[in-house]
T-cell receptor, first 115, second 111 residues
Framework: GAVVSQHPSWVICKSGTSVKIECRSL??????MFWYRQFPKQSLMLMAT?????????EQGVEKDKFLINHASLTLSTLTVTSAHPEDSSFYIC???????????FGNGTRLTVT | GNSVTQMEGPVTLSEEAFLTINCTYT??????LFWYVQYPGEGLQLLLK?????DKGSNKGFEATYRKETTSFHLEKGSVQVSDSAVYFC??????????FGTGTSLTVIP
């Protein structure tokens, strides 16, 4: 079946550095990819929606200059957390969807810890 | 707005016990409702869904009925197994792409 691969699964970085998270659709073309964030004991919150070849659409309250999203191909989207701070520590998860309202598939998530 | 509220965990059950995880929702339109499951170390997987009122979604012995009158979509299973240990997320979508999730309920089934 369709698989979405997210990498890395966990990362620890120092405050002020940038971290890139990759999300790949392995056997289908993901025309739309979504990035979510989950803080402890809270819901998965949608951060942004990206369509291949277009700029991402960010949800209210999400800083687009801090969370850079690139969706340059139909199989790859990246989320870069720039100048990370401890408050950015969270669980980030991507999901991908093909054309025509096909089912949504999720990656395994990335646990980011900023020290 | 759109939101999902689900029962907080963690939930610990003995094998073969009955499971209920409550989920209620608010929505501005006519949502489709979902249960996703996340097994340890894996991504979210669709468990079941229902697209309109009174529909029942079912899969792997799990069931949930879309109740418009109570705005609920409770997850049930008659006899849980150790392999059901996971985190369960209730979710809704209006548009088919933007999803709203509950906080997740961790289930541990002990032999």
């Amino acid at each position: 079946g369709a698989v979405v691969s997210q990498h890395p699964s966990w990362v620890i970085c120092k405050s002020g550095t940038s971290v890139k998270i990759e999300c790949r659709s392995l056997d289908f073309q993901a025309t739309t990819m979504f990035w979510y964030r989950q803080f402890p004991k809270q819901s998965l919150m949608l951060m942004a929606t990206s369509n291949e070849g277009s700029k991402a659409t960010y949800e209210q309250g999400v800083e687009k200059d801090k969370f850079l999203i690139n969706h340059a191909s139909l199989t790859l989207s990246t989320l870069t957390v720039t100048s990370a701070h401890p408050e950015d520590s969270s669980f980030y998860i991507c999901s991908a969807q093909g054309q025509g309202g096909s089912p949504l598939h999720f990656g395994n998530g990335t646990r980011l810890t900023v020290t | 707005g759109n939101s999902v509220t689900q029962m907080e965990g963690p939930v610990t059950l003995s094998e073969e016990a009955f499971l209920t995880i409550n989920c209620t929702y608010t929505a501005t339109g006519y949502p489709s409702l979902f249960w996703y499951v996340q097994y340890p170390g894996e991504g979210l997987q669709l468990l079941l869904k229902a697209t309109k009122a009174d529909d029942k979604g079912s899969n792997k012995g799990f069931e949930a009925t879309y109740r418009k009158e109570t705005t609920s979509f409770h997850l049930e299973k008659g006899s849980v197994q150790v392999s059901d240990s996971a985190v369960y997320f209730c979710a809704l979508t209006i548009t088919g792409n933007q999803f709203y999730f509950g906080t997740g309920t961790s289930l541990t089934v002990i032999p």
